[in-house]
């Protein structure tokens, strides 16, 4: 498709919001934000987290007499409904310089950076048990073998109690066992 000057052409739009309404909710101080939630790098483009809503959004108004927030909705781009924040147009009060700013954020930095995870400790041993784990840490190949002797009749004992028949040729409360192998001939033969 080529391109005449019949077509239409989309008229250049605004580059900053041209509205003079202003939220009834109290101004936002920087000096009260946490510095990680403020970009101040560009200063004609900073942008902040929204107290109500957690996401960035543009400051308009920089080199304005008036800062605020862009109005911006609550759900995220074709996935939630378009429900107007109602932070927006909420007033910024600057009570803070972008120096100060960026010092507060390497300040922010350097204490994130120190902390250390917590190590997590074992659950305590009971007395017995932690008697019982120390044995058997402590044992030797010779030990256990020389336990395993000492209980070898023992074990002999149980084992020629168990293969020894009761006394009769039947439970006393129900039928015979069969001696021999039963073996079922198929119908066919």
Not at 129 to 137: C, E, K, P, Y
Not at 152 to 160: E, G, I, P, Q
């Amino acid at each position: 498709m080529t391109i005449t000057s019949a077509m239409p052409k989309a008229r250049k739009r605004p580059t900053r919001t041209r509205t003079k309404r202003v939220s009834s909710l109290p101004a936002i101080k920087l000096s009260q934000l946490p510095p990680s939630h403020i970009d101040l790098r560009d200063p004609l483009h900073a942008v902040l987290v929204c107290e109500d809503c957690k996401t960035l959004v543009p400051i308009t108004g920089m080199q304005g007499k008036v800062q605020k927030l862009v109005p911006h909705h609550t759900g995220k781009a074709d996935e939630a409904a378009a429900i107007r924040c109602r932070s927006s147009n909420r007033r910024i009060e600057f009570d803070m310089t972008i120096p100060e700013w960026r010092q507060a954020l390497a300040d922010a930095v350097t204490e994130a950076s120190s902390r250390q995870g917590t190590t997590v400790l074992p659950k305590a041993f009971s007395p017995q048990t932690d008697r019982t784990l120390r044995a058997r840490a402590e044992r030797t190949l010779a030990g256990r073998v020389a336990d395993w002797d000492a209980v070898l009749h023992r074990v002999a004992a149980t084992d020629k109690n168990r293969r020894t028949m009761p006394a009769g040729d039947a439970p006393t409360e129900s039928l015979a066992a069969p001696l021999t192998t039963l073996h079922p001939k198929s119908p066919d033969r």
